[in-house]
Nanobody, 124 residues
Framework: QVQLVESGGGLVQTGGSLRLSCAAS????????MGWFRQAPGKERKFVAT????????NYADSVKGRFTISRDNAKNTVYLQMNSLKPEDTAVYYC?????????????????WGQGTQVTVSA
């Protein structure tokens, strides 16, 4: 069992930055691929970024590539999402998730554990 708790969301102006954190508990948390997803009001949950269990491989949605960076500190059981050059269309609830699946990285269907989400609002 893995519990995930996100933090770091808030209100920021266009062009600003935020860093989200996801604290994982459970002795096997470091074995999981970790991902960030986001969901805007009335829309489906979408993939943002993912990182392998070792931290050696990362993947990003095209919409955030070059602006967002995912990282993890396995000693602290924490995953981060550094978000720069934020745009109003980045406004959403951001969710951290853990997956035991090593093949399917981009669909929320293949993630086993989820946090409660943290709101990110980017004003124009």
């Amino acid at each position: 069992q893995v519990q995930l708790v996100e933090s770091g969301g808030g209100l920021v102006q266009t062009g600003g930055s935020l860093r989200l954190s996801c604290a994982a508990s459970g002795r096997t948390a470091t074995r999981y691929r970790m991902g960030w997803f986001r969901q805007a009001p009335g829309k489906e949950r979408k993939f943002v970024a993912t990182i392998s269990s070792s931290g050696g491989t990362t993947n990003y949605a095209d919409s955030v590539k070059g602006r967002f960076t995912i990282s993890r500190d396995n000693a602290k059981n924490t995953v981060y999402l550094q978000m720069n050059s934020l745009k109003p269309e980045d406004t959403a609830v951001y969710y951290c998730a853990a997956s035991a699946n090593t093949v399917y990285k981009y669909s929320p269907t293949y993630y086993d554990y989820w946090g409660q989400g943290t709101q990110v609002t980017v004003s124009a």
